[in-house]
T-cell receptor
């Protein structure tokens, strides 16, 4: 069974600084998708970034980028120039077929951004 | 675009009664919707996958007779918690699968807080 592990229950960062959230996963599949989702205090879950396992190039979305290490089964999220609005719970997730199959979520990392 | 709504946002019901939660895709059609449960300060656990016009597929350990799912149209899925008990109190979140572009993406509703007294 696929599992997703986030070893950092909480992280904090100063505004404008950079922070990296860690995620590891376990799967026997060769083709899959990895995601980072954000759940702010409003509880609305939003997709931050997605990585297809067959792509060697790390995904980037503005201030958000990932470090995807397929052999190590590691998928970390880097947030640059952190903003107060980045404060949220961040979930790492895995899916076999993009979003069309079930998402397996990690336990989440609560990110606090200090002014 | 790709907005998913849930109704109600918050509901309180008495033990033994049933409560229905609606999930709607407002600006797209979704043949597949998912229902998740989130306990306080915990992650999301998939309860079931709902496909329009067919029976839902439940995850292991989820009581299908207790959590009734109906996906009657391409924009609406409902979750009915039957004979609710305090242990059913939780945050329920739905998502709808957008299939316009590949890879497909799940769009999440804002969630429903259920409290059973």
């Amino acid at each position: 069974a696929q599992t997703v592990t986030q070893s950092q229950p909480e992280m904090s960062v100063q505004e404008a600084e950079t922070v990296t959230l860690s995620c590891t996963y376990d799967t026997s599949e060769s083709d899959y998708y990895l995601f980072w989702y954000k759940q702010p205090p409003s509880r609305q879950i939003i997709l931050v970034i997605r990585q297809e396992a067959y792509k060697q190039q790390n995904a980037t979305e503005n201030r958000f980028s990932v470090n995807f290490q397929k052999a190590a089964k590691s998928f970390s999220l880097k947030i640059s120039d952190s903003q107060l609005g980045d404060a949220a719970m961040y979930f790492c997730a895995y899916s076999v077929q993009g979003g069309s199959e079930k998402l397996v979520f990690g336990k989440g990392t609560k990110l606090t951004v200090n002014p | 675009g790709a907005v998913v709504s849930q109704h109600p946002s918050r509901v309180i019901c008495k033990s033994g009664t049933s409560v229905k939660i609606e999930c709607r895709s407002l600006d797209f059609q979704a043949t597949t919707m998912f229902w998740y449960r989130q306990f306080p300060k915990q992650s999301l656990m998939l309860m079931a996958t709902s496909n329009e016009g067919s029976k839902a597929t439940y995850e292991q350990g989820v009581e299908k007779d207790k959590f009734l799912i109906n996906h009657a149209s391409l924009t609406l899925s409902t979750l009915t918690v039957t004979s609710a008990h305090p242990e059913d109190s939780s945050f329920y979140i739905c998502s709808a699968l957008g299939t316009v572009t590949w890879p497909y993406e799940q769009y999440f509703g804002p969630g429903t807080r259920l409290t059973v007294t």
